[in-house]
């Protein structure tokens, strides 16, 4: 029976088993390599809290073209958490990152175009295979998924001949999950509730299920 099942579903669960790993990956990197430390409680205390408005523009700003030029936005969405709380630093860092996302999109486009073509034009022409049917749907997947180069993905979006309204639209809605919960984690929260637990577990799943529901159709995409 366990054979059976193992059979059956071996593709899924591998799937499982490679992105939970590299989720764990992702944890590691942030409590061992010293990411955090160039958005630390320092800067935040003296350019960001208790600054009004001024502190949420400049915030912006700086986490804006950092993300552009590839900071992982889940740092962008922990400093965010301590500076504003989990509601309003989800909101403030998934908009800088979107804005992010922006910006490496359309520098691509209109400006790095054949730069980027010289350096990824097998990556180029792979997104843009992928990207063009369903790209809203498809891209808000991608986006769900914590591993892979967001960097890249924009880079090459932006040269492809992809839709820039849905894409960035897709991975506005697509950043909001995990911001939430790094915001979550930012927020100086130390021992998260079970419900919050349980939500990032149910998350997780939910990302990997879709994820492996678009490889399943792009996989068959690349056979017909």
């Not at 630390?40 to 208790?50: E, G, M, R, T």
């Not at 400093?79 to 309003?88: D, E, I, S």
């Not at 506005?172 to 998260?192: E, H």
């Amino acid at each position: 029976m366990m054979k059976s099942f193992w059979l059956k579903y071996k593709a899924a669960i591998t799937f499982l088993g490679f992105f939970l790993a590299i989720s764990a990956g992702i944890a590691l990197i942030f409590n061992y390599s010293g990411l955090l430390s160039h958005f630390d409680q320092a800067w935040v205390d003296n350019k960001i809290k208790q600054q009004g408005s001024d502190g949420i523009l400049y915030f912006i700003a700086v986490i804006a073209l950092s993300t552009s030029i590839s900071l992982p936005r889940q740092v962008a969405a922990f400093a965010a958490g301590y500076a504003f709380g989990v509601w309003q630093g989800t909101l403030v860092a998934t908009f800088a990152a979107a804005l992010g996302c922006s910006i490496t999109f359309y520098t691509a486009r209109f400006i790095a175009r054949p730069l980027v073509i010289k350096h990824f034009s097998d990556k180029v022409d792979i997104f843009n295979k992928f990207l063009q049917q369903d790209t809203f749907q498809k891209t808000f997947i991608i986006r769900l998924i914590p591993a892979g180069n967001n960097f890249l993905l924009n880079l090459c979006s932006g040269v492809g001949a992809i839709d820039a309204r849905k894409f960035i639209f897709a991975s506005y809605l697509g950043f909001f999950p995990q911001m939430a919960i790094f915001a979550l984690a930012g927020s100086g929260i130390q021992m998260m509730s079970y419900w919050q637990i349980g939500a990032s577990a149910v998350l997780s799943v939910v990302a990997c299920l879709l994820s492996y529901r678009l490889y399943r159709k792009y996989k068959a995409e690349l056979q017909s």
